[in-house]
């Protein structure tokens, strides 16, 4: 109920028409939208391994990987950096499902903006580093 309330709310409704709603920044959402949805999807695949074959790629078994025919997942779960993967194997809280979700999404939601859209370019095929 302050002059600064009520300057807040103007700048709120300035912003919404004049910023956020602007052509170049919708573009950029959206783009955005697409480079998260398309990081998730990829790391599904990490996700919703059986726990016998996740267990091959948490511990970087690559003979084992390579006879089930694990090496793309082994390749996409060594990109999530060793403190991310220490963590997981420390953690007991929730189920095992629960916690490899957790595992992938705190990883996505830390990357830069830059290295996110490079990371979904180099998995899609789109760019080779």
């Known amino acids: 109920n302050s002059e600064f ?3 807040i709310k103007e ?3 300035f912003t919404g028409i ?3 709603s602007h052509e170049s920044a919708e573009m950029l959402e959206l783009a955005g939208r697409n480079v ?3 990081l998730l999807g990829k790391f599904d695949e990490v996700n ?3 726990m016998e074959d996740f267990e091959i ?3 970087d078994d690559r003979k084992m ?3 089930r025919n694990l090496d793309f997942q082994l390749r996409l779960f060594r990109r999530l950096p060793l403190s991310y993967r220490d963590k997981y194997k420390r953690s007991d809280i929730g189920t095992e499902n629960d916690r490899r979700s957790q595992l992938i999404v705190d990883f996505i939601s830390g990357m830069t903006d830059d290295y996110a859209l490079h990371l979904f370019q180099v998995l899609n095929g789109i ?3």
């Open 48 to 50: 919703s391994l059986e």
């Open 18 to 20: 004049r910023i956020y």
């Open 127 to 129: 760019k080779i580093k």
């Open 57 to 59: 790629i948490l511990n």
């Open 65 to 67: 990987a390579r006879k």
């Open 11 to 13: 700048i709120k409704v």
């Open 36 to 38: 998260i949805a398309g």
């Open 5 to 7: 309330g009520a300057l």
